[in-house]
């Protein structure tokens, strides 16, 4: 079983909707971060957070640590937002570690 | 501000053949610096990291190895690749330990 899962893998929804993508984890972290990959494969860092709420412009991001989970919102979709949303983690280990772990990514397409 | 660079963008080899892939970083001294690779149908995984000049972490046992000859240049090598090297190279810069990651481009590499 993967560290960190994903859910749904693959996602559709229209113009406008209300988007809710789901990371679980089964380690202690120090910190989890929400990554998006474009059709091209570049890569940006959407969030880095360890406790509670970050919000981004239309991105909102929580996690409850005692329940392992976070979730990535995007209110108000757009066609733009298609891209791969990648969770990643980061084990709490002794005298820290850079060492991050990746789930699989969830596939979002956002049609008009 | 700070950019980072990737090349080459795509490479075909065969195997057997070397490897060298670079990655540099601009506007910013004494960067930590990561090599992962994205095979496909995975999650990205963390394969080395330096935290200064001359200094490598290897996160998994394999057939690469890589280097950081200057404060921000770090390079991915293969003596002789194998078809399982294969998949979509990133690297990575933070500031810091344990901070936001920022992503270069990417090379995706195929070994035939």
């Known amino acids: 079983k993967n560290e960190v899962e994903q859910s749904p893998q693959n996602l559709t929804a229209q113009e406008g909707e209300f988007i809710t993508i789901n990371c679980s984890y089964s380690?202690?972290?120090?910190?989890l971060h929400w990554l998006q990959q474009h059709p091209g494969g570049g890569i940006v860092s959407l969030f880095m957070l360890s406790s509670g709420k970050k919000k981004h412009g239309r991105l909102i991001a929580t996690i409850n640590i005692q329940e392992k989970h976070s979730s990535l919102h995007i209110t108000a979709s757009h066609p733009r937002d298609s891209a791969v949303y990648i969770c990643?983690?980061?084990?709490?280990?002794?005298?820290?570690?850079?060492?991050?772990?990746f789930g699989k990514g969830t596939k979002l397409t956002v049609n008009p | 501000s700070q950019t980072i660079h990737q090349w080459p963008a795509t490479l075909v080899q065969p195997v057997g053949s070397p490897l060298s892939l670079e990655c540099t970083v601009e506007g910013t001294s004494n960067p930590n610096l990561y090599w992962y690779r994205q095979a496909a149908g995975r999650g990205l995984q963390l394969l080395f990291y330096?935290?200064?000049?001359?200094?490598i972490s290897s996160e998994v046992p394999q057939n690469l190895s890589a280097s950081r000859p200057q404060d921000r240049q770090f390079i991915l090598s293969s003596k002789k690749l194998l078809l399982s090297d294969s998949g979509f190279y990133l690297c990575?810069?933070?500031?810091?330990?344990?901070?936001?990651?920022?992503f270069g481009p990417g090379t995706r590499l195929l070994v035939l």
């Open positions: 380690v202690g972290i120090s910190a």
């Open positions: 990643a983690v980061r084990p709490l280990t002794q005298g820290g570690s850079e060492k991050l772990v």
């Open positions: 330096s935290v200064g000049i001359g200094q």
């Open positions: 990575a810069w933070t500031r810091g330990r344990q901070e936001t990651q920022y």
